[in-house]
């Protein structure tokens, strides 16, 4: 059975920081794009940052393009979102995603939530001001 699972969500002050984490077990990790969305309340969940299969490509939202950092690490079927800077908007559930297997389409439609096969239970961060 095939699972995300994230970690490090919390509660934080504007400026601060936080590393999130995500896990993987049950399917073929090394070959797949992984990514982040998120969703506050309210709004739709939108693409956040994403990672190629060998880590070397990785892609932004305009958003937290400069302060957030995705990095994966092969060797622990793991993703994480380094967050700095943070500001009040970028409260929100945070979700990873595993994106559909054997296909590199990514570079353009990684923001395409529907391109995605599995999904964690997301991690909340809250930044106050």
């Known amino acids: 059975q095939a699972q995300l699972v994230e970690s490090g969500g919390g509660s934080v002050q504007a400026g601060g920081s936080l590393r999130l984490s995500c896990e993987a077990s049950?399917?073929?990790?090394?070959?797949?794009?992984m990514a982040w969305f998120r969703q506050a309340p309210g709004k739709e969940r939108e693409g956040v940052a994403a990672?190629?299969?060998?880590?070397?490509?990785?892609y932004y939202g305009d958003s937290v393009n400069g302060r957030f950092t995705i990095s994966r690490g092969n060797a622990k079927n793991t993703v994480y979102l380094k967050m700095n800077s943070l500001i009040p908007e970028d409260t929100a559930m945070y979700y990873c995603?595993?994106?559909?297997?054997?296909?590199?389409?990514?570079?353009?439609?990684?923001?395409?939530?529907?391109?995605?096969?599995?999904w964690g239970q997301g991690t909340q961060v809250t930044v106050s001001s």
């Open positions: 995603a595993a994106y559909r297997s054997n296909y590199y389409d990514y570079r353009a439609y990684w923001r395409i939530q529907d391109h995605y096969t599995y």
């Open positions: 049950g399917l073929t990790y090394s070959d797949r794009c």
């Open positions: 990672i190629s299969g060998d880590g070397g490509t990785t």
